[in-house]
């Protein structure tokens, strides 16, 4: 698939099969990941790969336990019952904090969709996840990941095979400001 169409059509998932990616997959994910670019090329983001079913569930359950009920009932009208939406793949950004921590992280969000588009597999970027890993959350789940205490989460990413999906959104070419 080339890039641009793989750019116009990724959509987020959320109804996501059980069935796990394939490693090779799995591998140009990770390289897709690592090619991302970084403010001065510091390459200081951690790129979580977690498949463990058991981490994802528990990353989720403690979203679930700190989430306000509006949140609560827009995840009921979508029938999900885990924030990654039962995804069997999860990248997790996590760096220090700096100024450009979250922008680099935004990048590689987007490599890893546009990655995951281009190999026949779906996508959410997950920034719900935020609670799980929060400093201020005495049951942060930063230990499971090895995080350090500078570490902060910035985003996720949940990937695998769309159970269904919906379409790509509408643009809004108002966003465009032309100066030709
Ligand atoms: C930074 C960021 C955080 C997001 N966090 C969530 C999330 O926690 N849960 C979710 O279901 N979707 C999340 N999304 C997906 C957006 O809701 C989605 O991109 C938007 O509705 C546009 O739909 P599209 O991705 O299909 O074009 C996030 C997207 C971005 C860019």
Excluded: W
């Excluded at 336990?65 to 949140?71: A, H, P, S, T």
């Excluded at 959410?124 to 942060?140: E, L, R, V």
């Excluded at 985003?155 to 643009?171: C, D, Q, R, T």
Aim: with cysteine; charged share 25%; aromatic share 8%.
């Amino acid at each position: 698939m080339d890039v641009i169409s793989a750019i116009k059509k990724r959509s987020s998932c959320r109804d996501f099969k059980k069935t796990q990616i394939k490693n090779e997959d799995l591998n140009l994910l990770m390289d897709a990941a690592l090619a991302s670019p970084t403010a001065i090329n510091l390459q200081d983001l951690k790129i979580n790969v977690v498949q463990d079913a058991n981490l994802i569930h528990d990353i989720s359950q403690e979203c679930f336990r700190l989430m306000d009920e509006k949140v609560k009932k827009r995840m009921q009208d979508r029938k999900a019952d885990s924030i990654f939406y039962n995804a069997p793949t999860v990248f997790i950004l996590s760096s220090p904090k700096t100024i450009y921590s979250d922008l680099n992280a935004g990048i590689v969000a987007q490599s890893l969709c546009i990655a995951a588009e281009s190999l026949g597999l779906a996508s959410c970027i997950i920034g719900m996840a935020a609670p799980a890993f929060a400093k201020t959350n005495p049951n942060n789940l930063k230990n499971r990941l090895d995080m350090a205490d500078d570490e902060c989460f910035c985003v996720s990413v949940a990937i695998g095979y769309a159970n269904s999906k919906k379409l790509p959104h509408e643009f809004n070419y108002n966003q465009i400001r032309g100066f030709f």
